[in-house]
């Protein structure tokens, strides 16, 4: 059964700070791995990776696919109150498309 | 990307009641999918629904309970049949940028069951 984990699942950082996410996966047939920052209801796109070691960059943040090691980690660096919401990391197969997620990690920027 | 929009944006309903959640792209998109979330849970995928097919419907959830219609590729519409309060949940539809493979979510319905 395709499994996602995310860590931790919660955190609590100062702004300014440097932080990173982190995401494994087992899933069979492996078509992509996406991230979403959720705030309210709707998860917003961040990220797909589908290649190893190819960075994906928008501004501070920044994500990175390890296909062999089966994790992805997704780092923000000089982290803003804007930034606290929970970051939902999340796989999809070749068999379905459809995205299994993992439980998110909890971020909290506090000033 | 595809903008999404989804009616209604949260509805209160009383148990043994029905509520259908409408959502539609700006764009046509052959994949689309119907999500649940419940509080304080992740995303769990209810059934996937391509335009002229039947709706494939995910362990756990059952078609006479989440019936799905695809009428076109702009347009689906999910139904919450026989509400009981433990369907109290944000229900998310998401479509695939077919070119791209991103998946994108619609703003979500908030269904609260008394």
């Known amino acids: 059964e395709d499994k996602v984990v995310q860590s931790p699942l919660s955190l609590v950082v100062h702004e300014g700070d440097t932080v990173t996410l982190n995401c494994s996966y087992e899933?069979?047939?492996?078509?992509?791995l996406l991230w979403y920052k959720q705030e309210k209801k709707a998860p917003t796109f961040l990220f797909m990776l589908?290649?190893?070691?190819i960075e994906k960059k928008s501004g501070r943040l920044s994500s990175i696919l390890d296909k062999k090691e089966l994790f992805s980690i997704l780092n923000i660096t000089a982290t803003q109150t804007g930034d606290s919401a929970v970051y939902l990391c999340a796989v999809s197969s070749n068999s379905g498309y459809a995205l299994n997620f993992g439980k998110g990690t909890s971020l909290l920027v506090t000033p | 990307s595809a903008v999404i929009s989804q009616k209604p944006s949260r509805d209160i309903c009383q148990r043994g009641t029905s509520l259908t959640i409408q959502c539609q792209v700006d764009s046509q998109v052959t994949m689309m999918f119907w999500y649940r979330q419940q509080p304080g849970q992740s995303l769990t995928l209810i059934a996937t629904?391509?335009?002229?097919?039947?709706?494939?419907?995910e362990s756990g959830f059952v078609i006479d309970k989440f019936p799905i219609s695809r009428p076109n590729l702009t347009f689906s519409t999910l139904t919450v049949s026989n509400m009981s309060p433990e369907d109290s949940s944000i229900y998310l539809c998401?479509?695939?940028?077919?070119?791209?493979?991103?998946?994108?979510f619609g703003p979500g319905t908030r269904l609260t069951v008394t």
């Open positions: 899933v069979t047939n492996f078509r992509s």
């Open positions: 629904a391509n335009q002229g097919s039947e709706a494939t419907y």
């Open positions: 589908t290649s190893s070691g």
């Open positions: 998401s479509v695939e940028d077919g070119a791209l493979i991103e998946q994108y």
